[in-house]
């Protein structure tokens, strides 16, 4: 079975310091990794996806991904924090079904960032 | 460009009542999801839509719950006889595309619903 754990539901930071959001999977398949963002009273927001490809994802904002195989991580980092940073943010495994197309997706729990002037 | 709507955005329901809330999503996207976002927790799935089949119902928590697709595009859940426990956000996502294919699922802004 699928799922994620997100290590931390609240992170602060200052502005212009690094950000981590931590997140563990564990998949029975060769999993599909992504990072959504979810800004108050708006709609879910993609930021990566890691599919087998490159270990280490880019997404968008500057934000990025390595998937650890060995530790069962994909951690989000993003090397300086802006204002606008600030929100939730959710590791996702994708189902894999019908066929091996992504299916339904299983969110964490979800992390909110702070970020303070 | 349009992307996926929802309406109505909020909705306030009497326990007992029935409602409907509506997806219509981006154009020509073959597959539609939904799910239920409870207050401080991350979104769950309820089901899942390949035009106008609906191939995967195991989400639904209930059988008040209900999900249609007739003509493969809009998209409705019906929640029957509500009780407390649905308050929840609910959203809809659609991608592009369908069996095989591993397309990003675009979200739309959810429903708020609350139910007093």
């Known amino acids: 079975a699928q799922s994620v754990t997100q290590l931390d539901s609240h992170v602060s930071v200052s502005e212009g310091t690094p950000v981590l959001l931590r997140c563990n999977y564990s998949?029975?398949?060769?999993?599909?990794l992504f990072w959504y963002v979810q800004h108050p009273n708006k709609g879910l927001q993609l930021l990566l996806k890691?599919?087998?490809?490159?270990?280490l994802v880019k997404g968008i904002n500057g934000f990025e991904a390595e998937f650890k195989k060995s530790e069962t991580s994909f951690h989000l980092t993003k090397p300086s924090a802006h204002m606008s940073d600030a929100a939730e943010y959710f590791c996702?495994?994708?189902?894999?079904?019908?066929?091996?197309?992504?299916?339904?997706?299983?969110f964490g729990k979800g992390t909110k960032l702070s970020v303070k002037p | 460009g349009a992307g996926v709507s929802q309406s109505p955005r909020y909705k306030v329901a009497k326990r007992g009542q029935d409602v409907a809330l509506r997806c219509d999503p981006i154009?020509?996207?073959?597959?539609l999801f939904w799910y239920q976002q409870a207050l401080g927790q991350g979104p769950e799935f309820l089901t899942y839509?390949?035009?106008?089949?609906?191939?995967?119902k195991s989400g639904l928590p209930s059988d008040r719950f209900f999900a249609e697709r007739p003509e493969g595009s809009v998209s409705t859940l019906k929640i029957q006889r509500t009780q407390q426990e649905d308050s929840a956000v609910y959203l809809c996502?659609?991608?592009?595309?369908?069996?095989?294919?591993?397309?990003?699922?675009?979200f739309g802004p959810g429903t708020r619903l609350t139910v007093t």
């Open positions: 996502a659609s991608s592009f595309g369908g069996q095989g294919s591993s397309y990003e699922q675009y």
């Open positions: 998949s029975s398949y060769s999993p599909s």
């Open positions: 890691y599919t087998s490809a490159a270990t």
């Open positions: 996702v495994v994708s189902v894999p079904n019908y066929g091996g197309s992504q299916g339904n997706l299983i």
């Open positions: 154009s020509g996207h073959v597959s």
């Open positions: 839509f390949q035009n106008e089949a609906q191939l995967d």
